[in-house]
């Protein structure tokens, strides 16, 4: 198969997987029931006569399918719809949280992937050596914790202060409030917003990714390319940076692209916990105000990337690995 | 979050053991299959022996399993309920008296947290269950069968797998209220997925061995070539993941149950660590409350993913040491 | 080689010169000239719109940017014409229409006249678009007109005395016409920046994250001296309470409104902090299932449905059952202390004033008289299982006891109520739900028991009106506000009664009969009158004002007064905020530290590589 007919093979299916989505998301939020009650509980005002008001006002009186076309025909010019609880557009109210997130997850991802690949390969490499026996250890345990209870306990010991512990970063928040620091002073204070949760995150995902590149690499030091190597008098230094971990390390970063999903819903109670402006957050408190437009705005944009990230590491597997056209 | 364990490539299946019998009346096929199976788990406990790290992970687990058992000897079940008599003072760091110290109802931390075991563990292994259960059928129909069913299946999980988890069973879990059986339901049906693909990427394999294609070629029916062949060799890969999906069926738990999705009027790690939270817990600095559940937790979920490990590294010979 | 070298000369450039600009700008930064007053929240504002928002927080921010035509007072709720845009009123004779007479003067903040025609149109627009927030005040007023820049006419729909000015009547915030009429779907508008007349307006937001206010500069009450002695107001959403108990340690901000008792009393123990269990009218209740399975009574289109059982609909059953709830073993054990034992949806500092039950008819805690009420009223244990049998069907009476998700308290409580319930015989099946799955089992009527709480007015005639026959959802799915299926005919005549009593001192007796009926008729156990949990630093503002007085609110979120009465401490600077974290130079330092070690790494790996020779 041609790379071209491959390319758009792949993103066809994107296309097709992006369209399940949609179906599924607009859906998954109708079953729900009547959101006109709900957004009007404990409301001062309310009666029986608001909530009608309020149910013609949102749309919900039309019937299922009318619902359907009409959400598909918005998303497509890129309106995502009128949030409920904030009574403003989706889009309005989710494109001042990408950027956090968008820093939070770059940012802890890239280091995470990076130590986790450097820890990865000394064990792969040393298999049974105490390093290899020690790290294991560590990461098994960082890869077995709840990230949020160890947010919860790096909250304790670093921005309160629990017994010998210091206090010595701002418990949470994107910046401090009220303050109007500019340019490198204003970098400075995100940062130390940053530190927490970006260490929480980068140690509860470098455990995965170490331990697939452990795994990898031992795969691929069992292949018979390695011994062939050997054979030929490759340095051993050669043979793993030049041979084994190149082989090892694409699975592994293609696994590091797929993980993106699971990334994003790590994020949510981190975010929370951390009180982190993020789309994490607005998930969560989307969901208590149940806020159905935005949940649904957040799905998309949760769906797309996944499914870009996908399509991306499957170009990307295909262009470095050519074996896998084929198929 | 974390993700469902990863395929690390095409697995070989577990070689056939050649048992040089001594002199005996010839047995039934079932009979020397069967025997053939006994020595072939028999080996594979030898060499779970060996390794450290799935004996450590199984102790770990034996001493969870015997806590969840025996709750009920261990910490009365009154210690949960607030107008309990054995209720202390309100937000108590440890004491003799209050091992782990007490909440803000003034109960028992150490109570709360043997009790919580079996809400943790039963939920994590029921979802898991039924996640496998789901992931087995359907991956097994795909790679066996091929063609459109593989094709229309393999659609389905790729589109299921596309939407991120932790949205998913939010939204899920609040429409369908907190329980713990809404926890299992929305575990199982996020996680399905994985499982499938896994399954099916090794029956795929399978299925062009040479005995497969030799039984098919003597006229074995699907039936017995998937529950003879397939299932058997496919078996023992499939339960190591199994046990790695425990894990994270654990974790997803205490997450939901952190969220507020479990039942808030059960007693489970997550619910501990989500009341904790709300009270207030690590800025008022009561350690006491956060760290038992969260470390149980952490060595629950260890032990099944040592042993998960474990049985890996011994049933994937590409993974043998040189 | 090479190509490493230049690599680690192009990381050490860069932090070198990051340290150069970090030297030039970190120093301080720009000092704020202005006072800025932070005050934290734990929900995001649902919108500014006072067309559409409708929680207690968006309240509190149009309290400060908008005027009522007459204020609640500070001291107790009533009205204070001498700090109103509205100073006097007149009564027709026949209590139907009433003359409203204004200041003179009033700007917008915009520059803009504030005039009696603004207050007409507002009124006018609130009736005619039915807006839900004011429908209730609205429903007594025909119509509104301005006969000049400084009077305005109130119509009545029928002779009333709420409206003569001796109490306040109209919570609704008066918007200016010559914004609002302009808008095509007033609905949508976001209101930022606000144009408004009171002390401060929104000038930005970031939709549940902040809201930021800066003076009016064209606010008419400083000529009466009501002048700000804060400049800027911002309100910050945290989403997470221990994140905002943490900003208010570090300074960070200067106040909060917080939900957990746990997290106020450790804060009460912080020097320099000070905390208050503010005392306002939302209360926490027990609620039955007073017989929606069972009342012919048709008002609103009731059709009976649901499947409660029939005691709840048994008066002498929920008032037996109300004596085994210890009230005040709730307050200090579910809220901590910080709330009062309640004992009628009217609370005590309400318009019409205190009531309290007649002592001979006070159903106090009693398990004792709670066990022989139920025998007195036919219910005992006839199959001796130890649950008392309906006299009527036999049946073991076992309620369905709903708490709430979303509120830890109704978790907390329920443990103690069954346990109370179950010694005086009364079987209990408690279970939590989300707020949402309660209410459409409350439409339902397929429940007995459920827990929840209301945040009425200063004027009691919303939540009176909730008790009355019409507000009962007339069938499943269909949303009202009687959530006990409460009916009674001669409270709703009272009710209508209330609403046209020609004098006050006529409403107040109506209003306390009312109280009375409830009171004997238990559709609501009241629990808890719950406060307001707020804490707040004592080395940054001063000068806090409660409302009601001694007691309440220190923010006195029902008008402007409380904020203008705080000022900053005097020797202090302008309230800046502090930030946290390490200094911009020790991260300089690291990044470069970091730096050096990958270098040293990357360099070390190739020299061992000539090394490792096979």
């Known amino acids: 198969m041609s790379t071209r007919r491959y390319l758009i093979s792949k993103v066809l299916q994107a296309l097709l997987t992006l369209a399940f989505v949609l179906a599924f998301n607009f859906f998954l939020f109708r079953g729900v029931g009547d959101p006109a009650t709900e957004l009007l509980r404990g409301h001062s005002g309310i009666s029986r006569q608001a909530v009608e008001q309020l149910q013609r006002q949102l749309g919900l009186d039309l019937p299922l399918p009318q619902q359907f076309v009409h959400y598909v025909k918005e998303t497509f010019q890129g309106h995502l719809g009128y949030s409920y609880f904030y009574n403003l557009p989706v889009s309005r109210v989710i494109a001042g949280r990408i950027w956090p997130t968008v820093l939070l997850i770059g940012l802890s991802t890239l280091a995470a992937t990076a130590l986790g690949i450097w820890i990865g390969i000394r064990q792969g490499w040393r298999r049974g050596s105490k390093y290899d026996q020690g790290m294991l250890g560590f990461t098994l345990f960082t890869y077995s914790m709840p990230e949020f209870w160890f947010g919860m306990l790096v909250i304790m010991a670093f921005a309160v202060g629990v017994g010998p512990f210091p206090a010595l970063f701002p418990t949470g928040g994107y910046e401090t409030v009220g303050a109007s620091y500019t340019g490198f002073a204003h970098m400075i204070d995100v940062v130390n917003h940053m530190v927490l949760p970006f260490f929480v995150l980068t140690l509860a995902y470098l455990g995965e990714y170490s331990l697939i590149m452990r795994s990898s690499l031992l795969e691929t030091l069992g292949e018979d390319f390695i011994v062939t190597a050997r054979a030929k008098g490759v340095r051993e230094n050669r043979v793993l940076y030049g041979h084994a971990v190149p082989n090892a390390l694409l699975p592994t970063m293609t696994v590091t692209i797929l993980q993106l999903g699971f990334v994003i819903s790590g994020v949510i109670t981190i975010e929370l916990i951390f009180n982190w402006p993020g789309l994490g957050l607005l998930t969560a408190t989307s969901v208590d105000q149940r806020d159905f437009p935005v949940l649904q705005g957040l799905f998309l944009l949760f769906s797309a990337s996944v499914i870009v990230a996908n399509l991306v590491a499957d170009l990307l597997y295909s262009y470095l690995d050519p074996r896998v056209r084929a198929g | 979050m974390r993700p469902q364990p990863t395929s690390t490539g095409p697995v070989a299946a577990a070689p056939a053991v050649h048992i040089d019998a001594p002199e005996e009346p ?243 790690w997550g619910t501990i660590l989500e009341n904790s939270f709300g009270a207030g817990a690590p800025f008022a600095g009561n350690w006491w409350w956060v760290v038992p559940p969260g470390l149980a937790i952490v060595l629950v979920v260890l032990s099944f993913t040592m042993i998960g490990y474990a049985l890996d590294d011994i049933l994937n010979p590409k993974l043998r040491a040189r | 080689m090479g190509g490493t070298g230049i690599l680690v000369a192009v990381v050490m450039l860069t932090t070198a010169s990051f340290a150069g600009i970090a030297g030039a700008q970190s120093a301080t930064p720009s000092p704020a000239k202005e006072t800025q007053f932070i005050y934290g929240v734990t929900a995001p504002n649902s919108s500014l719109n006072p067309l559409v928002g409708y929680l207690g927080i968006d309240y509190t921010i149009w309290s400060l940017e908008y005027n009522l035509p007459i204020e609640f007072a500070t001291k107790d709720f009533g009205a204070d014409l001498e700090q109103s845009i509205v100073t006097s009123v007149d009564t027709s004779s026949d209590n139907l229409s009433f003359t409203y007479h204004m200041r003179s003067g009033l700007k917008w903040s915009d520059g803009e006249p504030f005039t009696a025609n603004d207050v007409a149109w507002t009124l006018n627009f609130y009736k005619e678009r039915n807006i839900s927030n004011y429908a209730g005040d609205m429903s007594i007023i025909k119509s509104v007109e301005a006969t000049d820049d400084t009077t305005f006419v109130i119509n009545a729909e029928s002779p009333t005395s709420v409206l003569n000015g001796q109490s306040v009547w109209m919570y609704d915030f008066i918007l200016p016409e010559h914004i609002w009429s302009t808008i095509e779907e007033p609905k949508k508008f976001e209101n930022v920046p606000t144009v408004g007349s009171g002390p401060w307006v929104v000038t930005q937001q970031k939709p549940g994250d902040l809201v930021r206010m800066e003076r009016n500069p064209n606010y008419w009450g400083t000529e009466i001296g009501l002048t700000p002695h804060v400049d800027v107001i911002i309100e910050k959403v945290f989403n997470d309470e221990n994140q905002m108990a943490a900003a208010l340690q570090r300074g960070e901000i200067d106040f909060g409104f917080f939900d957990s008792a746990n997290i106020l009393n450790s804060l009460s123990t912080t020097p320099n902090i000070e905390t208050h269990g503010a005392q306002i009218p939302l209360f926490d209740e027990l609620a039955f299932n007073s017989g929606s399975a069972f009342q012919t009574n048709k008002a609103g289109g009731f059709v009976p449905h649901g499947d409660g059982i029939h005691a709840t609909s048994d008066p002498a059953f929920r008032r037996a059952v109300a004596q085994a709830i210890d009230k005040q073993t709730l307050v200090d054990k579910v809220y901590g202390g910080y709330a009062a034992v309640a004992d009628s949806p009217v609370q005590p500092g309400a318009t019409t004033g205190n009531w309290d039950p007649p002592p001979e008819e006070a159903l106090s805690f009693d398990l004792e008289k709670a066990k022989a009420d139920l025998t007195a009223a036919g219910y005992t244990d006839t199959d001796g299982d130890g649950t008392v049998n309906d006299p009527e069907t036999g049946e073991n009476v076992v309620l369905r006891y709903y708490t709430r998700t979303s509120d830890q308290n109704t978790i907390k409580t329920a443990p103690f109520v069954k346990s109370w319930l179950n010694e005086i015989g009364v079987g209990v099946k408690v279970a939590a739900v989300s707020s949402s799955k309660l209410t459409n089992i409350i439409l339902a009527g397929d429940y007995e028991l459920f827990h929840w709480g209301w945040f009425p007015n200063p004027d009691p005639n919303y939540i009176l009106g909730i008790f009355t026959c019409e507000q009962r959802a007339p069938r499943p799915g269909v949303y009202d506000n009687n959530d006990s299926y409460f009916c009674d005919p001669a409270y709703d005549q009272l009710y209508e009664q209330q609403l046209t009593a020609t004098s006050t001192e006529e409403r107040v007796e109506i209003v306390h009969q009312m109280q009375q009926i409830l009171y004997e008729q238990q559709p609501y156990m009241m629990l808890a009158y719950t406060n307001y949990l707020e804490a707040y630093r004592t080395d940054r503002f001063t000068g806090y004002t409660m409302q009601p007085e001694g007691v309440g609110d220190l923010l006195a979120t029902w008008g402007p007064f409380g904020f203008l009465s705080i000022r900053p401490v005097t020797g202090e600077a302008a309230g800046e905020a502090k930030s946290e974290g390490i200094p911009g130079w020790v991260w300089i330092a690291v990044v470069v530290g970091l730096a050096v070690v990958i270098a040293g790494i990357v360099l070390g790996r190739r020299r061992v590589s000539d090394e490792d020779r096979v």
Request: contains cysteine.
């Open chain 2, 26 to 268: 010839p047995r039934s096929p079932k009979q020397i299959a069967r025997a053939r199976r006994k020595a072939a788990a028999k080996r594979v406990w030898r060499e779970y022996r060996k390794n450290k790290m799935g004996m450590a992970g199984l102790i770990i687990l034996g001493f969870f399993i015997f806590v969840a058992i025996f709750a009920p000897v261990l910490a009365s079940s009154c210690g949960l309920d607030p107008t309990c008599p054995s209720t202390g003072p309100q937000l108590q760091p440890p004491t003799f008296k209050y091992p782990l110290g007490t909440d803000d109802l003034g109960r028992s931390v150490l109570t709360l947290t043997i009790w919580g075991t079996r809400i943790s563990m039963i939920v994590g292994l029921v979802s898991t269950a039924i996640t496998i259960l789901i992931g087995v059928t359907i991956g097994l129909i795909a790679g066996y069968y091929g063609a459109w069913r593989e094709s229309v299946l393999m659609r389905l999980t790729d589109w299921f797998l596309v939407i991120p988890f932790l949205p998913l069973a939010i939204v899920l879990a609040t429409l369908l209220g907190p329980s713990f059986y809404t926890v299992i339901f929305v575990i199982a049906i996020t996680s399905w997925p994985s499982a499938a693909r896994v399954i099916r990427a090794q029956v795929l394999s399978l299925k062009t061995r040479p005995y497969v294609e030799r039984s098919r070629a003597l006229g074995a029916s699907d039936w017995h070539l998937v529950t003879r062949h397939i299932l058997p060799n496919v078996g023992p890969l499939i339960f190591a993941n199994t046990v790695l999906t425990v894990a994270l069926a654990i974790l997803y738990e205490s997450t939901l149950s952190f969220l507020g999705l479990g039942d808030p009027l059960h007693t489970s």
